[in-house]
C-alpha cells in the first residue's frame, strides 16, 4: 500500500497511526498537496491527502472512508480502533466535530498565510466555528472519566481528537487560548505520548502554491 500525504496533516496522520496499530505494511510519500499536486494528480485528480493507493491499485481518499475500507480490511476482531452498535454512532458523531474543526482550521490558515488580505467576516466565522466546537468537545471529554474516550483502548474517535488538537496548536499557534480546554490538552498530550504518535509525527509547515 502507498499512502500519500505529509504527516503534519491531521487526516493523513489518523490514517497512518490507524494502519500502524494494525500491522499494515505501507510505504509512506510525504507528498504536499501545492508543492507535489501533480504527482498527487497520478493517482487521486482531487489532488487531495491523504489518498491511499492498495496492493492491487485501488485508490481512495477522504480519510473516513480510507479508515473504513482499512477496518474491514483487517476484520472485526483486528479492528481495534472501531466501536459497533451505540458506540459506533457516537464514534461517527465525535470523530466528524473534531474532523470539522480540523476542516475549518485549514480554512482560517489559508485565509490568513494564502490570501494578500484576509476577509474579516469569513475569518471570524471560522474562528467561531473552531472555538465552539471545541468548547463541545471540551465539554464531552471532560464528562468523561475513562482513559480514552470509550474505555482503556484507543478509538478512531481519540486518534482524529488528538491529531486535529495538534495540528491546530501547531498551525494556528497564536490564534487560540488553549487554557480554555484543558480537558482536550489533557487528551492530546495522552495520545502524543504513545509511541505511534511519536514515529508518526512531522513539524507543521505550510507549503504555499508554486513552492516546491
Known amino acids: 500500500m502507498i499512502l500519500i500525504g505529509q504527516y503534519d496533516s491531521p487526516f493523513v496522520r489518523r490514517v497512518a497511526v490507524a494502519l500502524s496499530i494494525y500491522g499494515l505494511a505501507f510505504e509512506h510519500r510525504p507528498w504536499s498537496v501545492f508543492g507535489d499536486a501533480e504527482a498527487i494528480a497520478k493517482y487521486n485528480p482531487l489532488r487531495r491527502a491523504p489518498t491511499l493507493v492498495l496492493d492491487g491499485g485501488e485508490v481512495f481518499t477522504d480519510s473516513l472512508t480510507i479508515l473504513l475500507v ?99 496548536r501547531d498551525a494556528l499557534a497564536a490564534e487560540f487560548d488553549w487554557s480554555r480546554w484543558p480537558a482536550l490538552v489533557a487528551h492530546s498530550e495522552l495520545c502524543e505520548a504513545l509511541p505511534v504518535f511519536r514515529e508518526i509525527s512531522q513539524p507543521y509547515k505550510l507549503t504555499k502554491p508554486g513552492e516546491e
Open 70 to 168: 482499512v477496518d474491514e480490511m483487517v476484520g472485526a476482531d483486528g479492528a481495534s480502533l472501531a466501536r459497533s452498535g451505540e458506540e459506533g454512532r457516537e464514534l461517527l458523531r465525535l470523530s466528524a466535530l473534531a474532523a470539522g474543526v480540523a476542516d475549518k482550521a485549514v480554512s482560517l490558515l489559508y485565509e490568513r498565510r494564502l490570501r494578500d488580505r484576509a476577509f474579516p467576516l469569513w475569518a471570524e466565522r471560522c474562528r467561531a466555528q473552531v472555538i465552539e466546537t471545541l468548547d463541545l468537545l471540551e465539554a464531552m471529554r471532560e464528562a468523561r472519566s475513562t482513559t480514552y474516550l470509550f474505555d482503556a483502548a484507543l478509538s478512531h474517535a481519540d486518534v482524529i481528537l488528538a491529531t486535529m488538537i495538534r495540528f491546530v
